[in-house]
Structures are given as structure tokens and as C-alpha cells.
């Protein structure tokens, strides 16, 4: 039924929905209003889950670990400092293949402080052997939860998702969303399966030590398991477009790329901005499209590679830096492209929460044009 | 006062709602400040993240706005590297008791020479009202909207179990006495911890039948408890009412210190 929802009430709704057993969570701007409202519907058992009231991120996590180790369906939603918190237990999740599933309601990290948005936060945690998926609006926030559950889920890929969708931009945004029934969720998302469980009655050790002789094969294990993660995901994307009408048959979505000479590369809510963007610049001749990068684990390398095949340059819009380096993804989509003779050109944008507007978008495809990239957009240069 | 001086005004309106117990810590604690007759260039204010750790942006010393929950492994640092500074800690009670509750044991169990603010709304503030380690059991909040169902901690207590030297509780109600807490603090060596007990009308008051912000700092005075007056209730067999909390100088001991000024 399509309703006006805030973003946070549409991932609280759609975890509902997906029947978490354990919900362990602590609060932080902007993922609040999430758990809030999952706090009220445990206490008013509209769902039948334990709702633990942890005193940090760190312990948020790794009880959640445990539950899933247990056997349990769990949930969890943080963002920013919340997240920089659960680095070590984030590799831990990982490491012993427990398909943890977690709202990720993107925020900058400090210092300095600031609660605003971008992409750094999740980012930063690319390493670390959870899917990320990022969304463009609500809908597609509550819609990947959905999917998200069913690949980390599947005894192929038995890996841990980030479900990043952007703070502020969308967490506290109302927009209308399709919310399906429980009915239509159960019957696209079966009840959890453990592949393996702690038992009393069949003892079993998890996350213990590694010699050399084992430990490079594990991270090869969970690499295999994210490159098996990516047909798994068209497969649900598949289903999921089946069954609710919605397409997410792809890791990367195209928009109005045929013919056009620029192309841009984006994730997250910019990407409705850019799609505005491109349609004016369609209107006035200029020959650009987008390309919307919605799975970033895995990277999707051959997907972008195929989709950019026919264009001349590229502009990677990045919400995130590697200082010292560039942004994430710019870095990614030059890998990726290497050798294909395509120009892609970088641009560090939206840091901090800094608005990033229609105009905008257009004058980095001048710019791109002309060659000039690889840059910061839309410093204050009067400040620094 | 010339505490005005320690103020910085430009950074004025600041972020505390109409009716919020903080600005009376603040300023309680800069009145020790001038009764101990410290001085800027000596003193730096130390804080994680929440309403309460707000603070130091407002006093115009050298200070530390560090992440959730860890200001005291911050101030250790601070502290062992220079002693000759005066360091004061402001805290909340989920940065203190919750996210940074393991920095809170160790320190006062290192008794790090510095004096810790707490002010100990009962609720996660800054957040928006999520129930936090000191949330009494029973009452509501957005994380427990049919009234919490864990116990609290008492935090004048685990300070002194875990070794502070200096432990005091007091409320935002009680300014002069809060005001010569504080002072005793900063005068002891070793950690001296105070708890203040304070209003937050937003975000607990709202929830808990305490609407107006009069009614949340008589709920403060009603509840507190003079530790002598608590002793003589247990001497005599009297029961003390489980929602009371105790009031007063806890204690005042001299084990040994750690960055003590030399
Ligand atoms: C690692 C981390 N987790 C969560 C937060 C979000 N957060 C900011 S302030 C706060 C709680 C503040 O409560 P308290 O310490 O009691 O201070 P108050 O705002 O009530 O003064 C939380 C959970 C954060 N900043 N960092």
C-alpha cells in the first residue's frame, strides 16, 4: 500500500516485516527514529523479537553476533562514530559468516564533529567483508532490506550487509513508499535457515585462531563468498522485480546513458538529483546520462565496465575521501576502466552535509568536459 | 562574578533548551572554579558527545570535544602529560555510565587527579530521549515506552567502589551546596567525582508526568536524600524509599593518585 513515510519509519516498517529476532541497537543521529520505532513495536509485540538496550555500538554488534551465532535472525542500525565503534566487531560479523543485517543511515565522522551527511562512514568499513548496498530514496531503502536478508541469508554467500541509505537526506525525509504486507514479505523471504548454529548437543568453536597455514584461506573464503554474493543478488533483485514490480535486476542501474558522451557515477540520494540534472542537460543537447553504482560489495567492476563501454569521459561523483588519496569510488571506476582509453575524472563533493544542487551537477560535467577533475567540488576557498 | 569572564560569548545562543539543569552545572562549576582562584591558562575542560559534554565549547579555556564516552581516557592523557594543569571533566550519564562506562571504572580505580562533572539527567538527551543506564526503572522513554524494565546504576557509588578519592552527589536544585562539592573536589587530590542530578524537560520531564521544569527540579528536591539523614534512617531500622537517592559528601579518602601535581 503506498503511504507517506518517513525513511526511517519506512526501514523500521520493512524490518518489521522481515522478522528480526534480535534487535540490538544504540542510539545516534540520524538512525534514532529508526530503532525508536522498532523499540515501540517490540514493546507493543507487533513483533515477537528481543529488543536489547545495549550501552554502545560495540556491544550493539557483538550481540548480535551472538544471536546470529545462536541462530537467530538479527537486525541492528547505526551510522558515523556508531559504526567507526563496530570496526573491529564488523570484521568479526564477517569473519565467522554470520549474515547480519544492518541500516547504515549515513553520516560524515569526526572531527570536528558534525552529524550531517555523506558516504564516509560505510565506506571506510569497505574492507571489511560486509555487502554494501546503497539506496537512492525511501523506497529503495526499504525495498533493499528485503533483498538484503535474502542474499546475506543464502548458504552461498553467508555474509553480512550494510543497507546504507542517505542521513537527513532521506532518513528524515517523507516521501511516498510502496510498503507491502507481511504476507508478500513471507512470501519472498523464507524464515532463516542457519547453515551452521551453536548447539549444546553439537559443540562447535567459532572465530578461533588461525595459523598461517589457514588464515589467507578463510579470507579467501569470504571473497569467493562475495564474488558468489553478486549473482545471488541479481537473482533477488530478479525475484524481487517479479514480484513487486520494482526493478532491481541490477548491480549498477543505467539512466539515459544511450548515446551520451558523459556519463556520471554516483550512489545514494545524489543520484535523484543528478537524474534531474541530466534530464535539463538532455533538454538543452548535451549528451550525458548516469550511472547509478547501487551494490558497491561487491564491486560490481565488469557491470560499470560494460555499462560505460560507449562513452567518452567520466565524472564519479564521491561522497567520501581516502585522504591522501582520492574518493572511494572514482578510485574504483578508474580500476575498473583501466586500459578502456575512457577519461574518468573524480569529484570529492557533499562532505559534511554540504548541498550539492542541480547547477552543480552541471558544472561538473563542464567541467569534466574540459578535462578538469580529480579535485575537490565547491571548497570555500575563502575559508581556508 | 568575574566567572563571567570565563565564558565565551560569542558562542551565544547556545544549544540548551529553555528550562535545562546544564546551565546551572556550568555555571555551579565555574563558581569553584573562581573560588579555587584557578586560572585559564592552567585549566582545560574535557568532553565526549552529548548535551552535557557541550559545555566546554561555552568556557574560554584550552578543551577537548572527544567522542561518545571516552573524555576520561582523554583527560588521563591530558593530565599525565602535563600535571600542572587543572582538569575538569563534563559528562553525561550515557557518556559516562553506558558507551564510556569502562573509562569511568578504570579511572577512578587509576584515580587520575582531576575532578568529573556528571550531569546525570537520566536519559540519553542529546539523542532525543532513548533510556540510558540511569533511566530509573519504570520510567518511559522512546526506547522504552512501557516504562524501563532494567535496574539504574548508582554512579556516586560505583565512583567510590571503583577507588575515586572524592565522591559527592548533589542536584541542580541544590546550588550552594553543589557549588562547595565541586570546590572540595578540585581541592582533593586524586579523581573527585560529582554527580549532579539535573533536569531535562525535554526529553525526560515530557515523558514522566514532569512537564513544567518546576515540577521536574521538586521532583529533584523531594527525592534527594541527606546521607546523614540516610544513615539515621538505617540506624534506626527505618526503611529508605527505593526511589530516593542520597545527597551529600560520600566520601573523602586519600589513596594514592595518579598525575598528581608535584
Ligand atoms: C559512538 C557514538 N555513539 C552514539 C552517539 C550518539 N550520541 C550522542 S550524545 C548521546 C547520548 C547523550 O546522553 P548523555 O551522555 O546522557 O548526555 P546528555 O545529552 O543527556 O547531556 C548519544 C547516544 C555518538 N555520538 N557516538
Excluded at chain 2, 573560588?35 to 584550552?62: H, K, N, Q
Excluded at chain 2, 587520575?112 to 546525570?120: G, L, R, Y
Amino acid at each position: 500500500m503506498m503511504e507517506i513515510m518517513e525513511g526511517s519509519h519506512a526501514v523500521a516498517e520493512i524490518v518489521k516485516y522481515c522478522r528480526p529476532q534480535v534487535i540490538a541497537a544504540y542510539p545516534i543521529t540520524p538512525q534514532t527514529h529508526i530503532v525508536e520505532a522498532l523499540a515501540q513495536m517490540v514493546a507493543n509485540c507487533e513483533i515477537d523479537a528481543e529488543y536489547i538496550t545495549v550501552e554502545s555500538e560495540f556491544s550493539a554488534l557483538s550481540a548480535c553476533l551472538g544471536a546470529s551465532a545462536a541462530g537467530s535472525r538479527v537486525y541492528s542500525a547505526t551510522t558515523s562514530q556508531g559504526l567507526a565503534l563496530m570496526f573491529e566487531v564488523c570484521f568479526n560479523v564477517a569473519g565467522m559468516r554470520q549474515p547480519v543485517v544492518m541500516s547504515i543511515a549515513n553520516r560524515s565522522l569526526g572531527a570536528p564533529l558534525s552529524i550531517w551527511n555523506d558516504q564516509q562512514d560505510s565506506i571506510s568499513l569497505r574492507d571489511s567483508g560486509w555487502i554494501q548496498l546503497y539506496a537512492e530514496d525511501n523506497q529503495e531503502a526499504a525495498d533493499l532490506h528485503l533483498i538484503a536478508y535474502r542474499v546475506c541469508e543464502d548458504h552461498s554467500v553467508l555474509l553480512p550487509a550494510f543497507v546504507c541509505f542517505d542521513g537527513f537526506i532521506l532518513s528524515h525525509t517523507y516521501e511516498p513508499v510502496d510498503m507491502p504486507t507481511q504476507e508478500e514479505v513471507d512470501g519472498y523471504l523464507p524464515p532463516f535457515v542457519p547453515y551452521q548454529r551453536l548447539d549444546a548437543k553439537d559443540p562447535l568453536s567459532m572465530g578461533m585462531y588461525a595459523t598461517p597455514e589457514y588464515y589467507m584461506e578463510f579470507r579467501y573464503e569470504i571473497d569467493r563468498a562475495m564474488q558468489r554474493a553478486k549473482q545471488v543478488l541479481v537473482r533477488a533483485g530478479t525475484e524481487f522485480s517479479e514480484q513487486f514490480g520494482r526493478d532491481y535486476t541490477g548491480l549498477v542501474e543505467g539512466y539515459r546513458l544511450d548515446g551520451a558522451d558523459t556519463a556520471l557515477v554516483a550512489m545514494g540520494s545524489i543520484c535523484g538529483t543528478v537524474k534531474d540534472a541530466v534530464d535539463e542537460m538532455r533538454d538543452a543537447g548535451k549528451k550525458v546520462g548516469l550511472l547509478k553504482i547501487r551494490t558497491f560489495r561487491p564491486f560490481p567492476a565488469p557491470e560499470i565496465a560494460d555499462a560505460l563501454r560507449d562513452v567518452g569521459t567520466v565524472a564519479v561523483l564521491d561522497k567520501n575521501i581516502s585522504l591522501g588519496n582520492s574518493g572511494a569510488v572514482g578510485t574504483e571506476v578508474k580500476a575498473a576502466l583501466y586500459g578502456s582509453g575512457i577519461r574518468v575524472l573524480d569529484y570529492i563533493i557533499g562532505l559534511g552535509g554540504r548541498d550539492v544542487r542541480k547547477e552543480d551537477i552541471a558544472k561538473i560535467v563542464d567541467l569534466a568536459e574540459k578535462g578538469e577533475g580529480d579535485m575537490f567540488y565547491g571548497l570555500r576557498t575563502e575559508v581556508l | 562574578m568575574t566567572a563571567e569572564e570565563w565564558y565565551r560569548a560569542d558562542r551565544l545562543p547556545h544549544i540548551y533548551c529553555a528550562g535545562c539543569g546544564n546551565g546551572t552545572v556550568i555555571n555551579c562549576t565555574l563558581a569553584a572554579v573562581e573560588e579555587l582562584g584557578w586560572r585559564r591558562e592552567e585549566t582545560v575542560f574535557i568532553s565526549g558527545i552529548g548535551c552535557s559534554s557541550r559545555a566546554p565549547g561555552y568556557i574560554l579555556t584550552d578543551s577537548l570535544h572527544t567522542t561518545h564516552g571516552r573524555a576520561l581516557a582523554f583527560a588521563t592523557g591530558v593530565k599525565l602529560a602535563n600535571p600542572g594543569l587543572n582538569v575538569v571533566v563534563f559528562t553525561g550519564d550515557g557518556d559516562l555510565a553506558a558507551i564510556g562506562g569502562n573509562h569511568f571504572i578504570h579511572a577512578c580505580r587509576r584515580n587520575v587527579d582531576m575532578t568529573v562533572v556528571c550531569m546525570n539527567n537520566m536519559i540519553y538527551g542529546m539523542t532525543g530521549g532513548q533510556g540510558s543506564p540511569t533511566t530509573p526503572p519504570g520510567a518511559f522513554s522512546t526506547t522504552t515506552p512501557y516504562g524501563s524494565g532494567e535496574p539504574a546504576f548508582d554512579l556516586a557509588e560505583l565512583a567510590i567502589a571503583a577507588g575515586a578519592n572524592y565522591v559527592a552527589r548533589w542536584t541542580s536544585y541544590h546550588v550552594k551546596e553543589l557549588v562547595k562539592a565541586i570546590a572540595a573536589g578540585m581541592r582533593t587530590p586524586g579523581l573527585s567525582f560529582v554527580e549532579v542530578m539535573t533536569q531535562c524537560p525535554t526529553n525526560y520531564g515530557r515523558h514522566n508526568r514532569l512537564r513544567r521544569v518546576s515540577d521536574m527540579i521538586e521532583y529533584l528536591r523531594t527525592h534527594a536524600l541527606l546521607v546523614q539523614k540516610k544513615e539515621r534512617l538505617v540506624q534506626e531500622g527505618k526503611t529508605v524509599p527505593d526511589e530516593m537517592f542520597t545527597v551529600g559528601e560520600l566520601v573523602r579518602r586519600n589513596r594514592p593518585a595518579m598525575g598528581v601535581r608535584r
